[in-house]
């Protein structure tokens, strides 16, 4: 009887190692910045794994597999991607963890102004602030709709530029008009 009863205190321990030893697996997603999402992964043994994402429809638009891990945090970035939601799994020995993310593309707000510089005739300045970059395109027209001027420049962060237009602009030029737009969309239009 003794025996029997070792036995079965040997099998018990040797079922609790095995559900011991299949630890289950950790996954997260955790957003890094507007635009990466990071995974965290984790398990008791080095194996496989395979990181696939799909879109709304369940469109596969990204797959890798990763050879003898048992954790990670990797970084995946979405910056190329369509808004919406999409569906991360990792699929390992140990089967498959899922999570869905909901990423919105980061839209570039910006801030246009056009004054006259105080105390200096015939000087104007434009301030362009955005939350990104993106292009910036100037155009300065006199009150013929003549083009004064016109250029495109690259603006992050802030920009800003005096523009001196003595020599066009003169009493019998009463007028120049600025039309800023941005590649995102925003126009302004401002005439002095």
Known sequence: MKSKFNALVIACLMMSFAAVAASPVSMSVTAASANVFNINY?????????????????????AEVLTNVSSFVR???????????YTITVSGKNGNQTEKVNY?????ESFISVSEVANAENK?????????????FVRIIDNNNTLLHEQSVQVTGSFGLIYNLSKVKSATEPSVTFEVSTESGKFEKITF
């Open 42 to 62: 984790k398990t008791a043994e080095a194996g496989t794994v395979k990181i696939s994402i799909y879109d709304t429809n369940n469109q596969l638009v990204f």
């Open 75 to 85: 970084p995946y970035n979405f910056t190329d991607m369509s808004q919406g939601e």
């Open 104 to 108: 919105t593309a980061n839209k570039i």
């Open 124 to 136: 104007f300045m434009l301030n362009v602030t955005n939350n990104g970059s993106e292009a910036v």
